[in-house]
Each structure stands twice: as C-alpha cells, then as structure tokens.
T-cell receptor
Framework: GESVGLHLPTLSVQEGDNSIINCAYS??????FIWYKQESGKGPQFIID?????DKRQGQRVTVLLNKTVKHLSLQIAATQPGDSAVYFCAETVLGDYKLSFGAGTTVTVRA | SAVISQKPSRDICQRGTSLTIQCQVD?????MFWYRQQPGQSLTLIATANQGSEATYESGFVIDKFPISRPNLTFSTLTVSNMSPEDSSIYLCSAVTGHGGTDTQYFGPGTRLTVL
C-alpha cells in the first residue's frame, strides 16, 4: 500500500545549528500532515501540523514545509538544543478520517 | 490538547495469557485509536475504537486477537489475547481533539509489553 517514508534514518547535529528532517509521502489523497517527537520511553509528542492548503507553517523554533508537487514534507528545527534529541516521525492522513500512516522515523542526536 | 493516560505502563507476561490495557482521556473525544510500535520501529494502526459499536480493524489485525471496548467518550481498552513473544511491543492509544481550530491526534505514553 501507499506509505510515508523518511529520507534519512539518523541525523547528527551540532548544538545551536539548524536541523532539517525530510519525509516523502505517496498518498495523493492525504491532506493533513503531522510531525511527532518521541523521546525514549515516551509516547509520540505532537510538534506541528500542516494542511494541504498551506505550504509552510511556523511554530516555536520549528517550521514545517509542504511541497505537494513532489509529495515532500520537511521539519526544520532552529538552534537545535540537547533536548531536541529524539526520534522524529512524520504522519499523514485525510482530515476527518484521522487514521495516521507513519514514516519510519529519523533519530536526531545533538552534539554538545 | 488532551491528556491521555494508560495503564499499565509496562508489563511482562507469559505466553498464552491475555492483557487488557486501559486508556483514559481527560476530556470527551469523538475519535480514539490504538497503535502498535514494535521494537525500534514506527507506529502501525491496529484499529479505530468506536463508541457504542464494534471497533474497526486495519488489515492484519482481528477482533479475536485484539478485542477493543469503548464504553464512553473518554475511555477505551485494548486486550492482547493469547499472547506470544511476537506480541512484545509498545501499545499506544490516541485521541483526536481540537487544536487551534483543527482537530489533531494526541498520544498516550504507551504500554510496554514483553511476552516471555
């Protein structure tokens, strides 16, 4: 079936630098996308979401970009901190359905 | 956002036994789901927990193995039946609730199950 995938399984970033995590999706019917952060031993934590009628959305230190033409999603984290070390998942769904399809996950490690 | 709790947080069980996991949301929600996260992997949807009717299962998951209850708008249970070591996973419930005008999905902390 169609799936959401991540381009890189791991990302090592220097503290203070910006991080970019990429995600490809293949279900053209998906119109709602969410980024989650999962720390060790915890459940996924909502970071930011975006609907398909937008191509960019900003939160606190995070920005999500959506390129529907190439079915690509990215999460940018500004001034990465040690607390940002976690596994990041993108997920896609159709609004109203809410059944999430998750990508494989990218492990982000922040170097001091 | 919603605050979601799960019980138990972890358990170690013997094969052939069953475990019921409880999920409690601090507010009424329309939609609740159950996911499985196998060791080192991503999340996979097991089923939609429907209030007042039978759960809707995804391909590869069946009611006899994963019976689900949802007696009201804040509570759901997932039972893992006749367990085998392959059922060792994290089981997560989620709920859809309002967030800045768009409903989004929040997760509980998960139940870490080890089957011996």
């Amino acid at each position: 079936g169609e799936s959401v995938g991540l381009h890189l399984p791991t990302l090592s970033v220097q503290e203070g630098d910006n991080s970019i995590i990429n995600c490809a999706y293949s279900n053209s019917a998906s119109d709602y996308f969410i980024w989650y952060k999962q720390e060790s031993g915890k459940g996924p934590q909502f970071i930011i979401d975006i609907r398909s009628n937008m191509d960019k959305r900003q939160g606190q230190r995070v920005t999500v970009l959506l390129n529907k033409t190439v079915k690509h999603l990215s999460l940018q984290i500004a001034a990465t901190q040690p607390g940002d070390s976690a596994v990041y998942f993108c997920a896609e769904t159709v609004l109203g359905d809410y059944k999430l399809s998750f990508g494989a996950g990218t492990t982000v490690t922040v170097r001091a | 956002s919603a605050v979601i709790s799960q019980k138990p947080s972890r358990d170690i069980c013997q094969r052939g036994t069953s475990l019921t996991i409880q999920c409690q949301v601090d507010s009424q929600v329309t939609m609740m789901f159950w996911y499985r996260q196998q060791p080192g992997q991503s999340l996979t949807l097991i089923a939609t927990a429907n209030q007042g009717s039978e759960a809707t299962y995804e391909s590869g998951f069946v009611i006899d193995k994963f019976p689900i209850s949802r007696p009201n708008l804040t509570f759901s249970t997932l039972t893992v039946s006749n367990m085998s070591p392959e059922d060792s996973s994290i089981y997560l419930c989620s709920a859809v609730t309002g967030h800045g005008g768009t409903d989004t999905q929040y997760f509980g902390p998960g139940t870490r199950l080890t089957v011996l």
